[in-house]
């Protein structure tokens, strides 16, 4: 099978500025930060400050949900006709920062476009804990939805970045574990190959507005404390997902693992498809409401939502 590459031309001024903004501000940090505890946990306060600047539209209905050691939430917009489409949201930043408020808007935005309801997960995180904690909360989740009534055939696993990882591992554990896999799998600049070297000679890697790919080294030594194998999921067999929608900025660090991930997917005969958006940064949707890119992403993934679940049924016990 053969990628669909699809190339998005044209960059905004508004797009600019932000790559101009995150350059000088974000690059430094993350660039020079010490991957110490003390600092991820500095890091994870950033999700409570969004509470503050990034507030949901009042349209939005917010419910939070207890899980075994970790929460999520619904995220529910006006207008909404079918309730039965769910998308499973995993939200990004290198497993230690972020978290439900930072992507609250997007998700909402994704979910109003895509006629869903959205569930987004606070999957534990370093420093507390490892990759492993965070792929079985990620897999735990997505069993939670189908132990709700919703049919795997309706559910969309969505992620960017560090969730884009867990979007494509939790199909991988599903299929492990003999669940039904879901419709289908978005992912926004995600992280697909934990190997700090393979993309050292890429073009991009030094390109990139803010995202600092030589750390990966130290991080991945924390993600995978007490792990046996790299679970990165470039590196398996990625025989029986379902269709697959890629999204990244072309002068991204994380180019490198969409183009890998791509390949590998028409290796295993997986329908997929990977757009690159001209000089947008590291997961670009995030900034819908400022840059006008950001909002046509969120309809591109709408549609693929709508091409994957095109009849979800009308009731599911959590709706």
């Excluded at 790559?19 to 890091?43: D, E, G, I, N, W």
């Excluded at 559910?155 to 492990?176: M, N, P, Y």
Aim: glycine share 8%; hydrophobic share 45%.
């Amino acid at each position: 099978m053969e990628s669909v590459i699809e190339n998005r031309l044209g960059t905004s001024r508004e797009a600019r500025r932000i790559a101009f903004l995150l350059k000088c501000l974000t690059r430094p940090v993350l660039r020079y930060s010490p991957l110490t505890p003390p600092m991820l946990r500095l890091a994870g306060v950033f999700d409570w400050g969004a509470s503050v600047v990034m507030r949901p539209s009042r349209h939005t209905r917010i419910e939070r949900v207890r899980l075994d050691g970790f929460h999520g939430e619904w995220i529910r917009t006006e207008g909404i006709t079918n309730p039965g489409r769910v998308i499973l949201y995993l939200h990004g930043d290198g497993f230690f920062s972020c978290g439900l408020r930072t992507h609250r808007n997007l998700v909402a935005g994704l979910a109003a476009r895509s006629d869903a309801v959205a569930f987004s997960v606070a999957y534990r995180q370093l420093p507390g804990a490892p990759l492993s904690t965070s792929m079985a909360d990620a897999l735990a989740s997505y069993r939670w939805l189908l132990d709700q009534g919703y049919g795997a055939d309706d559910i969309v696993i969505a992620g960017d970045s560090a969730g884009g990882f867990l979007a494509f591992t939790t199909v991988l554990s599903a299929l492990e574990a003999g669940l039904p896999v879901p419709a289908g799998i978005v992912t926004l600049s995600p992280l697909a190959d934990l190997d700090h070297v393979a993309r050292k000679p890429y073009p991009h890697t030094r390109k990139d507005a803010y995202i600092p790919a030589h750390r990966l080294k130290g991080l991945k030594r924390l993600l995978l404390a007490g792990m046996d194998e790299d679970p990165s999921p470039s590196t398996r067999d990625l025989t029986g997902l379902p269709p697959v929608f890629i999204m990244v900025g072309s002068r991204e660090a994380l180019r490198f693992d969409a183009e890998l991930m791509a390949a590998r997917l028409a290796e295993a005969g997986v329908p997929h498809r990977l757009q690159i958006w001209e000089d947008q940064v590291h997961v670009f949707p995030v900034f819908a409401g400022v840059v006008p890119e950001g909002a046509q992403a969120l309809d591109e993934i709408a549609a693929f939502v709508y091409e994957v679940t095109p009849t979800p049924r009308p009731t599911a016990r959590a709706a």
